[in-house]
Nanobody
Framework: VQLQACGGGLVQAGGSLTLSCAVS????????MGWFRQAPGKEREFVGA????????YYADSVKGRFTISRDNAKNTVLLQMNSLKPEDTAVYYC?????????????????????WGQGTQVTVSS
């Protein structure tokens, strides 16, 4: 299984970006998906997560109301729509896939439960 994240870039504060995570090797509907980010000098932090069929979606408080996760299982893709971006959103963003079953519903925010990771895409928000 391989995850390929793309869509990052440089944007001004208040702008928008959409990150895409393409899953290959196995159908994305087999996985719950998460987005994490890591800023320089900081630990990786949870951004959002979506269940297999999209019925359960969770967000970090810091992005709630600004970011939206969606998935298109027919295209083996998961999206992270980011609006009203702030300089503190600057980080490398990673998508991750969990094949672990029902335990995901109580651990969706934990990076250590995800089985596969993409390479990351840089998002830089200028003030």
């Amino acid at each position: 299984v391989q995850l390929q994240a793309c869509g990052g870039g440089l944007v001004q504060a208040g702008g928008s970006l959409t990150l895409s995570c393409a899953v290959s090797g196995r159908t994305v509907s087999s996985y719950a998906m998460g987005w994490f980010r890591q800023a320089p000098g900081k630990e990786r932090e949870f951004v959002g997560a979506i269940s297999w069929a999209g019925g359960s979606i969770y967000y970090a408080d810091s992005v709630k109301g600004r970011f939206t996760i969606s998935r298109d299982n027919a295209k083996n893709t998961v999206l992270l729509q980011m609006n009203s971006l702030k300089p503190e959103d600057t980080a490398v963003y990673y998508c991750a896939a969990d094949y672990g079953g029902s335990s995901w519903f109580s651990k969706w925010y934990r990076a250590d439960i995800y089985d596969y990771w993409g390479q990351g895409t840089q998002v830089t928000v200028s003030s």
